[in-house]
T-cell receptor, first 116, second 110 residues
C-alpha cells in the first residue's frame, strides 16, 4: 500500500476562494482523521470518520469548514470562503480499530495551504 | 481528558541513548500510552505504545512506571535522522482519536 495519499501537496489561493483538500486513506482502514497544524496551535484534530460516517466534528473551527467521506477510499476537506488565518498544514490520517484500541494511525504527507 | 507533560526540548549526542520523559499523572486505568514523532516537513509517525508493561520494537523501547503516572521513550542509539518532535499521547480508546500536545523537540548533535 502506498500509505495515506493527500493532494495537493501545496496550495496557494486568494482570500475568499474555495479550497478543497483530498485524502485517500489506506485500504481497509475504518477510521479517517483530519488534522490542522500551525506554529501557534500545534496539531489540532478537526474531524474524524468511522466507516465513512462523521463521528466528531467539534474541532471544525467554523461553518466555512466542511468534510465529507463519500466512500471508504476518499475524503475531502473544504474551506469556503478561505481566509488568511486558515493558512496551515492539513494532515489526513487513517487507522484500523481492533477491539478496544486503535492500531497505529498513519499520516499523509500533508497539504500546505497558504491563503493570501 | 487526561493530559501529558513533556519537556519542550532535549539534546543528545549521536550514537548515545536518549531518554524522553512524559508525565501523565491523571492517567486512567484503561488509557494506552502512545508515542509518535514528527520529522521535519512530514506527518507524524507511530513509534510505540503500551499499557502497563515495558515494550520494545525495532524503533524504540517504552518504559512505563509501576504507577503508570509517567513513562519514558528510549532511543538506544540516537542518529541524526531521529531529530524530530516526539509526542506522548494517551488513548482512552473511547473516542478513537489522538490528541497531540506540544511534544519534545529532540536535537541530535553529531
Amino acid at each position: 500500500d502506498a500509505g495515506v495519499i493527500q493532494s495537493p501537496r501545496h496550495e496557494v489561493t486568494e482570500m475568499g476562494q474555495e479550497v478543497t483538500l483530498r485524502c485517500k486513506p489506506i485500504s481497509g482502514h475504518d477510521y479517517l482523521f483530519w488534522y490542522r497544524q500551525t506554529m501557534m496551535r500545534g496539531l489540532e484534530l478537526l474531524i474524524y470518520f468511522n466507516n465513512n460516517v462523521p463521528i466528531d466534528d467539534s474541532g471544525m473551527p467554523e461553518d466555512r469548514f466542511s468534510a465529507k467521506m463519500p466512500n471508504a477510499s476518499f475524503s475531502t476537506l473544504k474551506i469556503q470562503p478561505s481566509e488568511p488565518r486558515d493558512s496551515a498544514v492539513y494532515f489526513c490520517a487513517s487507522s484500523l480499530v481492533l477491539g478496544r484500541w486503535n492500531t497505529e494511525a498513519f499520516f499523509g504527507q500533508g497539504t500546505r495551504l497558504t491563503v493570501v | 481528558d487526561a493530559k501529558t507533560t513533556q519537556p519542550n526540548s532535549m539534546e543528545s549526542n549521536e550514537e548515545e541513548p536518549v531518554h524522553l520523559p512524559c508525565n501523565h499523572s491523571t492517567i486512567s486505568g484503561t488509557d494506552y500510552i502512545h508515542w509518535y514523532r514528527q520529522l521535519p516537513s512530514q506527518g507524524p509517525e507511530y513509534v510505540i505504545h503500551g499499557l502497563t508493561s515495558n515494550v520494545n520494537n525495532r524503533m524504540a523501547s517504552l518504559a512505563i512506571a509501576e504507577d503508570r503516572k509517567s513513562s519514558t521513550l528510549i532511543l538506544h542509539r540516537a542518529t541524526l535522522r531521529d531529530a524530530a518532535v516526539y509526542y506522548c499521547i494517551l488513548d482512552s480508546g473511547s473516542a478513537r482519536q489522538l490528541t497531540f500536545g506540544s511534544g519534545t523537540q529532540l536535537t541530535v548533535l553529531p
